[in-house]
């Protein structure tokens, strides 16, 4: 059974950092591309970052520069490192392995206010 579980959202002050995790299990991880995904309040979920089975990130502009994604294969974990934080970066945060199964984690919600 394939499990994605995120946990370290909370809540921020702008400017502030979080750690985002998502421990995967039920599948080979080393195999797979991973990727980031948020839905802020009243939008659609929304791409945000990806790594490569290689450890190759891309991110969206929106992030760029603040955000880093990260995996750790023995660990079956996959991170984001969230710094600079913004009010838009508002969300529930989505692990997700893509690919002709796809599969998503329960979210874990980020809010950013003073």
């Known amino acids: 059974q394939v499990q994605l579980v995120e946990s370290g959202g909370g809540l921020v002050q702008p400017g502030g950092s979080l750690k985002l995790s998502c421990v995967t299990s039920?599948?080979?991880?080393?195999?797979?591309?991973m990727s980031w995904w948020r839905q802020r309040p009243g939008k659609e979920r929304e791409y945000v970052a990806t790594?490569?089975?290689?450890?190759?990130?891309y991110y969206s502009n929106s992030v760029k520069g603040r955000f880093t994604i990260s995996r750790d294969n023995a660990q079956n974990t996959l991170s984001l490192d969230m710094n600079n934080l913004k009010r838009g970066d508002t969300a529930v945060y989505f692990c997700?392995?893509?690919?002709?199964?796809?599969?998503w984690g329960q979210g874990t919600q980020v809010t950013v206010s003073s």
């Open positions: 790594i490569t089975i290689s450890g190759n990130p």
């Open positions: 997700h392995r893509p690919g002709t199964e796809p599969a």
């Open positions: 039920g599948f080979v991880f080393r195999d797979y591309g």
